[in-house]
């Protein structure tokens, strides 16, 4: 067989249903295999290579598989790079393939040479340069294994043209991946004491981040909380991990997190953080953060333990084995936990989700928050592009289920949303999938509309429209003395003209009353339906700490914290 029918085997034997690629001349020889292997695989054709691979990354996070997205070489291959660190920041498995010359023109600068080893080599987990078609399946093999395993995270895979084209003469067996054996359980002295740790806690606080969704830990985190009352917050990237209407349920942590999970943060004399990277959004002044407490950390990840935060117990492993057995080690003492604490948080969360007035136009953005939670069912699913929408979402979206939210955390990508409900759609065909979207951020986009019209995959962009960067806006007029600029949209262009530009229905709402009418048309609707909500202009999304502060030195929102609590 040659070289590109063997890519596709390998592809098809590693689970591999749905590739999102935009082709070109290096790549030619494996669309012209795809032919034979339709029944197999299928390709979704994008309008963009960045959105091949945030549509593999939308696939990845909703499947819990790999995503895997093919380009051509040069400018389609470096047009990836912006979905592989996408994916890279926020550790999701994802197969990104590109062409490049042939074997002979390497280093020769030939038309559309690109060393993607070079450029990608900061942004993968690992990354492969295929030089002979008997490599091919083994390859393939170990970047399944790398990037699903352990800590996961992207892989790329260079394709040089003849080896695509060549015959497959004496194919390598795949053999074990040399010093790559990842720790999985933790050591039982340390979950002993951690158990003991948090049952001795008058005050301890889970900080929950994205490995619990990553392990599919989320049962094992709620035996915790319901059953030693411990108050649990999330990081951006682990929400959804939590039932989020639960009443120990503290909101997401940092910079433009809630008050609840900040000030319990802070106040806590024990955190226990499981999968997350106690980022800057997350610590502010690391000096500062947490400063009475004492830190388990939990990851899969070694060098992420004590990198930016000091842990007074490390735990290196997967989280669904170490809360497993941390229930366990816990159960044995039969004790319920520190009520007095948790009747504490959930008198805070009570008094921090207070009302506010939304029935008004122009319209807050929480209103559309507000609509949106009455009419999503359990599994549907929520992506979200980034800036003021994203946080409006991370705040007032209530979610009860794993892998139900999906954003760009770690790098903060625009225009991540809307590609990532397409891959996210073609992930769960029987989940309502919507992007929750900015202006500025559907608009690097929209050209996808395309692929929803073209490809039958139905999504429901709903753009918060207040014709600026609303968070950058937000930070020039809090920070910078409201020195706009190069910040305001206007209203152009017409969103929902656009959408019927590409022969789907659009809807514009200028409202507040008009919303859940929209969100129900479109739900009903078989094809993709636009809905682009006129909000206020000049909206912020508050509380938040400014960039380096202590992260209890909030600002904003609904409440002012009363002192008998701590």
């Known amino acids: 067989m040659r070289g590109t029918e063997s890519i596709l085997k390998a592809l098809i034997a590693n689970k591999t249903k749905h590739i999102f690629g935009f082709p070109g001349g290096t790549v030619i020889p494996i669309f012209d295999e795809l032919l034979n292997f339709e029944k197999d695989l299928r390709h979704i054709l994008v309008r963009h290579e960045q959105c091949a691979a945030h549509a593999a990354d939308g ?6 598989g790999a995503g895997v997205c093919l380009a051509t070489s040069g400018p389609g291959a470096t047009n990836l790079v912006t979905g592989i660190m ?5 550790s999701i498995p994802l197969i990104a393939l590109a062409g490049n010359v042939p074997t002979t023109l390497l280093g020769n600068d030939a038309f559309q040479e690109t060393d993607m080893i070079g450029v990608t080599l900061p942004i993968t987990k690992h990354n492969f340069q295929i030089r002979s078609a008997n490599n091919i399946t083994s390859t393939i093999n170990n970047a399944f294994t790398i990037a699903l395993n352990g800590r996961p995270g992207p892989v790329f895979i260079d394709l040089p043209k003849d080896t695509q084209t060549s015959e497959v003469t004496n194919e390598k067996p795949t053999q074990k991946i040399e010093g790559f054996n990842p720790v999985l359980k933790g050591h ?3 979950i002993k004491r951690a158990a003991q740790m948090m049952l001795n806690a008058q005050q301890p606080v889970i900080i ?3 490995g619990v969704i990553i392990s599919n830990a989320s049962i094992e985190l709620a035996k915790i909380v319901e059953s030693f009352n411990i108050p649990v917050a999330c990081t951006f990237m682990g929400k959804s991990c939590v039932d989020e209407t639960h009443p120990l349920y503290l909101g997401v942590v940092g910079m433009h997190g809630r008050k609840t999970a900040n000030y319990a943060v802070g106040n806590s004399d024990l955190v226990i953080a499981i999968g ?5 959004r997350i610590t502010g002044d690391t000096k500062t953060f947490a400063p009475d407490a004492k830190i388990i950390h939990i990851d899969i990840d070694s060098a992420e333990i004590g990198k930016n935060v000091r842990a007074d117990l490390p735990i290196v492993g997967d989280a669904k084995h170490i809360l497993a057995e941390l229930f366990l080690a816990m159960k044995v003492h039969a004790k319920k936990g520190n009520t007095e604490w948790s009747t504490k948080m959930k008198k805070f969360i009570k008094e921090c989700n207070c009302g506010f007035d939304i029935s008004n136009n122009p319209i807050d953005p929480r209103k559309i928050i507000h609509e949106l939670n009455k009419v999503l069912a359990p599994h549907d699913i929520v992506t979200a592009g980034t800036g003021q929408h994203q946080m409006f979402a991370a705040h007032f979206l209530k979610r009860s289920l794993p892998r139900t939210f999906i954003s760009s ?12 409900a ?3 759609r073609v992930a769960k065909p029987n989940s309502q999938v919507i992007d929750v979207d900015g202006d500025g951020s559907f608009a690097m986009v929209m050209q996808e509309l395309a692929t929803c019209k073209e490809e039958h995959i139905k999504t429901i962009p709903l753009i918060f429209n207040n014709s600026y960067l609303g968070m950058v806006r937000q930070w020039q007029e809090l920070f910078y003395n409201k020195r706009y600029s190069g910040v305001h949209l206007k209203r152009t262009p017409n969103f929902a003209k656009v959408a019927e530009a590409y022969k789907l229905k659009g809807l514009t709402v200028d409202r507040e009353s ?10 009903a609707h078989d094809e993709t339906v636009l809905v682009d909500v006129l909000v206020r202009e000049e909206s912020n999304i508050l509380p938040m700490f400014s960039a380096g502060s202590k992260h209890t030195d909030m600002f904003g929102g609904c409440v002012k914290v009363k002192g008998e609590l701590f």
């Open 59 to 64: 696939y990845a996070r909703a499947s819990g």
């Open 86 to 90: 996408t994916a890279y920041m926020d």
């Open 188 to 190: 039982p002295a340390q």
């Open 208 to 210: 929950a981040g994205g």
């Open 276 to 280: 997350c990277r106690f980022s800057d």
């Open 409 to 420: 955390g770690g790098a903060g990508t625009m225009g991540f949303g809307f590609p990532a």
């Open 422 to 424: 397409i891959g996210a």
């Open 514 to 523: 008009e919303i859940n009418k929209s969100l129900k048309e479109a739900l």
